[in-house]
């Protein structure tokens, strides 16, 4: 399915790989047969590699990465639980409804203690395809999720820093449509800032009914990149990437 290029200033992004097909209308976790995939040199666990796992339930289908083979046996369990676990929470609201849905995924490893995963995929449950996305961060050395508002004062500054930030158009990165910018912005500009500031409280909640604006976020090496939930006709969601230091850490 089409993965969405992202402009990924010095991190290194590794694409999921497909996983064996298994039986309709079971609930699997079948690791892909293929080699681990060698990701990053870590200080102090040792090299990262992941397997390929794959989720079934029906017509859905989520792709997600396993690290394998860290020194610290303990922390590799804590964070493979953590990113299956989202994998699987998100989704729950499309278990009832009839239509495909594959997740496929890119781990994103920055220089630094953060990685995500991002997954992305359509569903064809409505009129049209809706294009997904969602991601997990998690603080590799303490094996802990990481939420955008654990880690920035979320208020009206950061509202206004987001607006003014980096477009990103995943449709077409190396040149964005400018007159779908404006439209998003004016359609963020639509909700006042309080009812943002509610909204990014529940940022980076796996589960859609948990975050019913879909707001993801991703770490770059000094940069987080936000994704916004949109309507159909402005792309389905929108990213910006702002610069860390243009936030307030908490």
Same mark, same amino acid.
Request: aromatic share 12%; charged share 25%; net charge negative.
């Given at each position: 399915?089409?993965?969405?290029p992202v402009a990924l200033a010095l991190a290194i992004i590794l694409a999921g790989c497909q996983s064996?097909?298994?039986?309709?209308?079971?609930?699997?976790?079948?690791?892909?047969?293929?080699?681990p995939q060698q990701a990053v040199d870590e200080e102090k666990a040792g090299p990262f590699e992941f397997?390929?796992?794959?989720?079934?339930?029906?017509?859905?289908?989520?792709?997600?990465?396993? /690290?394998?083979?860290?020194?610290?046996?303990?922390?590799?369990?804590?964070?493979?639980?953590?990113?299956?676990? #989202?994998?699987?929470?998100?989704?729950?609201?499309?278990?009832?409804?009839?239509?495909?849905?594959?997740?496929?995924?890119?781990v994103i490893l920055p220089e630094s203690d953060t990685f995500s995963v991002q997954y992305t995929g359509?569903?064809?449950?409505?009129?049209?395809?809706?294009?997904?996305?969602?991601?997990?961060?998690? #603080?590799?050395?303490?094996?802990?999720?990481?939420?955008?508002?654990?880690? /920035?004062?979320? #208020?009206?500054?950061?509202?206004?820093?987001?607006?003014?930030?980096?477009?990103?158009?995943?449709?077409?990165?190396? #040149?964005?449509?400018?007159?779908?910018?404006?439209?998003?912005?004016?359609?963020?500009?639509?909700?006042?800032?309080?009812? /943002?500031?509610?909204?990014?409280?529940?940022?980076?909640?796996?589960?859609?009914?948990?975050?019913?604006?879909?707001?993801?976020?991703?770490?770059?090496?000094?940069?987080?990149?936000?994704?916004?939930?949109?309507?159909?006709?402005?792309?389905?969601?929108?990213? /910006?990437?702002?610069?860390?230091?243009?936030?307030?850490?908490?």
């Open positions: 399915m089409k993965q969405i064996q097909q298994t039986p309709p209308a079971q609930h699997t976790d079948d690791v892909d047969n293929k080699p397997d390929t796992t794959t989720f079934e339930n029906g017509k859905l289908t989520i792709h997600y990465p396993q /690290f394998v083979n860290m020194l610290n046996e303990e922390l590799e369990q804590r964070i493979n639980n953590l990113i299956k676990e #989202d994998a699987i929470l998100f989704l729950n609201p499309y278990q009832d409804g009839d239509a495909p849905l594959q997740m496929d995924y890119e359509n569903y064809n449950g409505g009129m049209y395809p809706t294009h997904l996305l969602f991601t997990t961060n998690i #603080d590799f050395k303490k094996g802990e999720k990481i939420r955008l508002p654990d880690l /920035f004062v979320i #208020d009206e500054p950061f509202i206004e820093t987001l607006k003014k930030a980096k477009y990103i158009d995943w449709e077409n990165p190396p #040149d964005p449509n400018k007159e779908k910018q404006d439209a998003i912005i004016e359609y963020l500009n639509t909700f006042n800032n309080q009812d /943002f500031i509610e909204a990014f409280t529940k940022a980076d909640h796996p589960e859609p009914n948990e975050n019913p604006y879909g707001i993801y976020s991703y770490f770059l090496n000094h940069t987080v990149v936000i994704s916004i939930q949109l309507p159909h006709a402005l792309g389905d969601h929108a990213e /910006f990437e702002v610069n860390t230091r243009d936030l307030v850490r908490k």
